[in-house]
Each structure stands twice: as C-alpha cells, then as structure tokens.
C-alpha cells in the first residue's frame, strides 16, 4: 500500500485546520471533487506514529489493577482485527485509484490499532483469549457497511469516555495520551466513511439506489438489534462486533449522569470532527438520537 507521504507535523497542522484555503467553494455531493475531497481529508491527516515506539507508562498498583479489570481487550482487539480485515476486503474490489489508495490507508490504520492494543495488553500482562481467525467476507460491501456504522456509533460514545477519563483522573495522563492518535483516527474515518457512502449512493442508478438504502436500513437495524442484546445481557459472547466501547463503559466505575456523559459525547464529536474540511458531510443519525434523547433528561 502506497501510504501518502505526509510528515507527523503536517498531519498535526491538518488536523488543526491549518490548511483552510479554498473551504469556503461549494462542494456537491457525489461529484468528483467530493470524492478528490473526502480521499484527501483521509490522505494528508495521516499520523505516521509507530505503535512499536510507543513508551508504556508505568502504572501504580491500583491504577494497573483497573486497567487489567476492564472486560474489553479480547473484544477490542479482535474487534480491529475484523475491522482492517473487512476495510482491506472492501479495498480489493475498488478500480479508482485515490479510493482505492484511501480504504486501503483506512484498513492499515485499523490494523495498527490492533498492534496498538495488543502491545498494551503484553506491556501490563493482560491475558487474552486466543485470537479467532478473520476470514475474509463473503459479501465485502455488506461488511464495510457494518464496519464504517458500527464505528459511528461506538466512536460518538468513545469521544465521550475518552475525554471523561483524562478529566476524572480514572487513568493517568500518560496512559490516556498514548490514545489521542487512535482516537483522532477514529474521527477520521467516520467522516470518511459517511462522505464514501453519500459519494457512492450518488454514483448508482436511481432503482439501485433504493437497494443500497435498503442495505443500509439493514445494516442499522442489524447494529441496533446486535447492541439491545449487549444492554439486555442476552448476548453469550459470539457478537462482539465493534461493542468494546458499550462493554468498556459499564466498568469504568465513574460517577457521571446520562445527560452529563451525553453533553461531554456531543461537544467532543463536535470538537473532533470540526477539524475537517466543513463542506464534508458528519454523522449525524447518532448525534441526533442523543440530541432528542437530552430533552428529556
């Protein structure tokens, strides 16, 4: 894979929105500038990191004793493993070469996440089940759709955790900064996804489109439905797709109200994905269910 040549301080000044010039020209959805846009979005705020060099911090015994109570590393690394194989499957069949070249970043940054956790896990001695194998899927387009979603969804909710644990302390800073570049990327790749599947359903005819936003009401209804089954503890195990972040939640043990964590998920979702080019689509299915879910809190 031909990763964009892009240096660590060229994606830090991407990322802050350094480079706005030409932010105020229309784009239209489904164009070919969309597509140049969005791939270019991905492309030139790539972090180079290295997970290898990664410095673990050093935990005291109570703060490693939570680390290691969390019941999420088993989930989260294969979760990315699934991920990077899916993103990869999809890539396979792109004939464009800048969306091509663009999933194909996106697969190799899941796939560094993974090495991200698993060096974690080996560094604090965290035990994990043996890793499943991840075949490749039968139907690529049905599980990019599910990947890009499901990371809609966790990712609001992450954004929100995430900041919840460099605020409470719950976590030293060091351990929590050694997140930041995953946690960006993330942000990535959502608007990356919703902007490729805006872009794509624009590309088809006009009955299979209505196919497409048939599959995507699949998709969603297949997520919701997966995920009422982790929040009712009907779920035996075999369903971990992409659900560490609602898993993780649950153990964290901060003392914060529903409409406090809702607040902390929409300002970071909004702080995380204001960096980018504001003519590219967000997501906005979850932020807005939350929205309305506020009113009544």
């Not at 680390?67 to 493993?81: C, F, M, R, Y």
């Not at 006009?206 to 297949?222: E, K, N, P």
Request: charged share 25%; with cysteine.
């Amino acid at each position: 894979m031909n990763v964009h040549p892009v240096t660590r301080e060229h994606a830090d000044d991407n990322l802050r929105g350094s480079d706005a010039s030409g932010w105020n020209d229309p784009i239209r959805t489904g164009s070919p500038r969309h597509l140049e846009a969005f791939c270019r979005m991905l492309l030139e705020t790539h972090d180079p990191y290295k997970p290898a060099v990664i410095d673990w911090p050093t935990l005291d015994a109570e703060a490693e004793a939570r680390l290691k109570s969390l019941p999420i590393w088993d989930i989260a690394v294969q979760t990315e493993g699934k991920a990077s194989r899916r993103v990869k499957s999809y890539a396979g069949q792109i004939s464009h070469p800048l969306l091509k070249q663009a999933v194909e970043l996106n697969a190799f940054e899941e796939a560094r996440h993974k090495i991200v956790l698993s060096n974690l896990v080996a560094a604090y001695g965290i035990a994990l089940a043996p890793e499943p194998p991840y075949p490749e899927p039968a139907d690529a387009e049905w599980a990019f759709l599910v990947t890009g979603y499901s990371e809609c969804i966790d990712s609001f909710f992450a954004f929100g955790l995430f900041a919840l644990a460099r605020q409470s302390g719950y976590f030293p800073p060091e351990l929590v900064e050694t997140f930041e570049p995953v946690m960006q990327e993330e942000g990535r790749h959502i608007t990356f996804f919703v902007n490729w599947a805006a872009w794509h359903r624009r590309q088809l005819s006009w009955w299979r489109r209505g196919l497409f936003d048939l599959r995507v009401l699949a998709v969603w209804t297949f997520l919701v439905w997966e995920r009422i089954g982790i929040a009712r503890g009907l779920d035996g195990g075999p369903h971990q797709d992409n659900n560490f972040t609602m898993t993780g939640s649950q153990s964290v043990g901060i003392d914060v109200t529903p409409a406090a964590l809702f607040d902390l998920c929409l300002a970071e979702n909004d702080r995380r994905l204001g960096r980018y080019d504001p003519r590219l689509l967000r997501p906005r299915l979850v932020p807005a269910l939350v929205r309305l879910i506020r009113r009544f809190l």
